[in-house]
């Protein structure tokens, strides 16, 4: 009896109509519309000099590999992106296309998916790493760049079905929450499939990750150029999965070229593109042509032995922090040799613990260790050669050192339950024991753990591999109260799920908040300069109620979305009473601009209506009650000056009611939410913005309000106030009022000014801590504050080298070091093509190759524009210049008859 | 001097403007012509008789299947605690032999096992899906399953040689499992091996 058949998929209509018009919140997007790569065209031509594009293989040495008789055969390599065409002359061993989008077409109308293809596997003129791969090509992008994740998921469980072996996703978008794909992604590397992804082009700013490339199990690149300069556009920034309370992971995982390389064009012949989806398929071919040189050892070939390889071969860039280059740069060879004699076994990432690291540790370098400090967290993640699935046997041990004080630290452990897949973290939290409390030296010891695995096809034991964790910290005496700061993470909400718009309204390609607002994400130069002005900054992932106000000057609020307990609002005036002093500073809410700035998100199908507005304003509102102060609804915007400073309040808040006794600066400002609702420009004198407050009582802190965070943030920062972070730091906790207070700064009363409430409907009970889902405005039971238990150290006598670094080396199995063979370079015939292609690429603007019509399209429409313009220009200058009796109109009719009689 | 004049000349500069436009205009047309009319002439989608194309002979008699020494079973591969073998067992990742399947003498191994698997045909173990797809009595439901494949899995199922397979890909989430792109219809259970999507279940 045949079955209904079900309704999703007779609706291909429906289906199409998904993919009409561009997507906002895009999950997997092909980087950022435009930006996804950086053809070489935009750059300027100083900089097309000097990255001449280089033959990527020759620059990593495939040619020796190849020299050896590898080149990809035997492995099945996977290319999801934009399709190909069958006939493309580059590509000898096609084996598959298939397309699962909603375009009746398996061939690549974009050139993204060719290049990418052709870096991998091309034969011809731009030669690709695994010429003989078996090519698996997948169409899971349109040629407007619209996907969804469950195309990848059908597209993704064929590719378990035909045991790819290596797989490219030079795609990434920053829903690490899309439950679906990412859990078909563990799927997929359960299953052996060693998944290789692009970081992302989101660079400079930190907290900019993309996910698949930030996964445990996926092997993330990152770019850089051939002079070895991490890439302006890669992405770079710990993960923010493991936030507010835990720390972030290291990303990329490695890094290699993807700036000016050349592949394959659309349809034939070759050009230079740039962005970390050039460097995945970089990868992408090394390790498809890895796993080919040692088909003979295949099964040990995995996810994990394969990225294990890969770090512990990499070479680390001079100058570069490990969350911009992770292990460093790809080393083909050196891989080789690692891989053909790797024995099954657990490493991590990174290997060492070296806090006193500088720069390639940052940001733990940048700051030491002191007792009653909140513990530095460093998320290592466990990779296990050994099987899909493991665990820690027992627990990880701490051994302090006892010659080299280890003594003086404490280390306490969280830690996955079960290694799956091929993967899981071991969280190290170190603080200062108390007897070093005024103590200043460093401390050194290891971890100890022991991984196992169940025995694998025709083994009767289960397979066990011991690392260890060289640690070494900094540890300096307690800093006084007023140079310690605390951060409040727990209520700054990280993206995803929610829509948190973002703070300047200005910013309308890029609506979402989604870097983390840590200081150690996008409050990175803040962080820093908090850190050169002497200030130890401390990060609280928990309650207002779990820190001990007693050691810290001054406690900083920014940008928060989340709501407060009513435990945390007594405790903090509690605080303030006590002498504690507190700076907010909050950023726009009104109800009725959040309304305008929805969005239809296509990815979703659904409509993306903000939870709050830039911050949580009502429940900063809540929170400072008890001061007699609060923030308005209003939303400002406008430049000013503060002192000498040059300021730009980007969509801020002002402040609504504060102590008529209170200091406060005003200034002149655009009327921002009405220019969003009405689109009429209005400016308002006397907005007052900036606060500062003596809270009253013997022993009692500061208070300081600002309106806009957008100038500590830098995520679309334009102009920054350090400054006014330290001036006002310098009033909270040295209680010393800076002279451009003192000068501008005014006791003012304010008028009705309305408090905004919080939006009817909105669903920010979804993904808070502190709200009931059920019941809106009802709070949680306060949660217990977080409690790590201490390790009990296992002293041992040993000393440990003053350099960590070089003590990373992977076990192999009895066998010689398999040599590199001393081949005289050839480059099997691709030379002369080489250097025709530099002729072709150096040339500014110009494409790679005639053939490439896409490509080519823009520049002539740009030529003839070009033309049209200067045909314009030609035509005024003339008219103006030389003005002739032809065009007597031109000229005013007095002017004619007086000063120059017509001809 | 001459030079000049003339790139002054209406006439000239009119000329360079329509011979940009001109080229402007077939490069234009050329491209068109070349990525779309041409790439939609090689797509055809896969035709397959699914229903012949797949082996329901199960690889194994029921009295070998205490053998423990020349037995080879394929396997779910990717489980985190369990796993699921071809002949339907399953069993904790210990208890897997040499060859890949699953040790029967074991005693929490179970074999054709539906145990966290709803009457609609969904699970929340991937194993137990595979396990109780793998039932023979399971066959008709599977074969009327093959008689109107979805778009979406005929490629998939193209590839699909035999009942094991066919189970293996069946089970897994996919286009039909999830709603909003970027959640699951019922978190609870999301592996199906008939023919209805997982219950919708409103997202959080």
Redesign the interface.
Known sequence: MPLRPLPEFIKPKAKADRALGKRTKNKVTVKKGAAFWHSTGRHTSRRLLRTVPRQITNVLQADLLWAMGFSGSGIKVAVFDTGLSENHPHFRNLKDRTNWTNEKTLNDGLGHGTFVAGVIASSKECQGFAPDADLHIFRVFTNNQVSYTSWFLDAFNYAILKKINVLNLSIGGPDFMDHPFVDKVWELTANKVIMVSAIGNDGPLYGTLNNPADQMDVIGVGGIDFEDKIARFSSRGMTTWELPGGYGRVKPDIVTYGSGVRGSGLKSGCRTLSGTSVASPVVAGAVTLLASAVIHRIPMVNPASMKQALMASARRLPGVNMFEQGHGKLDLLKAYQVLNSYKPQASLSPSYIDLTDCPYMWPYCTQPIYYGGMPTIVNVTILNGMGVTGRIVDKPIWQPYTPQNGDYIEVAFSYSNVLWPWSGYLAVSITAAKKAAQWDGIAQGQVTLTVSSPPEEGEKEERTSTVKLPVRVKVVPTPPRSKRVLWDQYHNLRYPPGYFPRDNLRMKNDPLDWNGDHPHTNFKDTYQHLRNAGYYVEILGAPLTCFDANQYGTLLIVDSEEEFFPEEISKLKRDIDNGLSVIVIADWYNVSVMKKVKFYDENTRQWWMPDTGGANVPALNDLMYPWNMAFSDQVYEGDFTLGDHDMYYASGSSIAKFPEDGIMITQTLKDQGNEVLKQESQTVDTVPILGLYQMTGEEAGRVALYGDSNCLDNSHLQKDCFWLLDALLQYTSHNHMPPVFEQQGSPFSIMNVELPERMEGNHLARYSKVLESSLAGQTRPLPACPHLSWAKGEPLNKSAPTNLYKHQKLLSIDLMEPPVPNVVRRQPGIQHIVSDGVGWDIQPGVPSHPHNSIQSMPVFALAGLTLVVVFFAVHIHKSRSKPKRRKPRLKRPTFINIVKPVV | MISRRI??RRWF?AL??GA??L??LV??F??SE???V???G??K?PEFDFRRKISWKPRFQARNLANKTDTNCRNS?????IIADERGFVCD??D?L???CCDVTSLTTRRFTCASCQDSGCCQVYEHCVSCCLQPEKQP?LR??L??V????R??FA??TDHF?LC??KC???????Q?????RD?KAKYCYG???PQLRPA?
């Open positions: 790139f002054r500069l360079v403007l940009s436009l080229y402007f490069s234009v050329k491209q070349q990525s779309v041409k790439d939609t090689d797509y989608p591969v990717q489980g985190k605690e990742r210990e897997i040499v060859g890949g439901l009327s399953l008689d109107h979805p778009d979406a899995f490629t998939l590839s699909v397979e293996l890909a897994r989430t996919s286009s039909q499992s999830v909003h792109e970027n959640s699951y978190p023919a209805d999507p959080r």
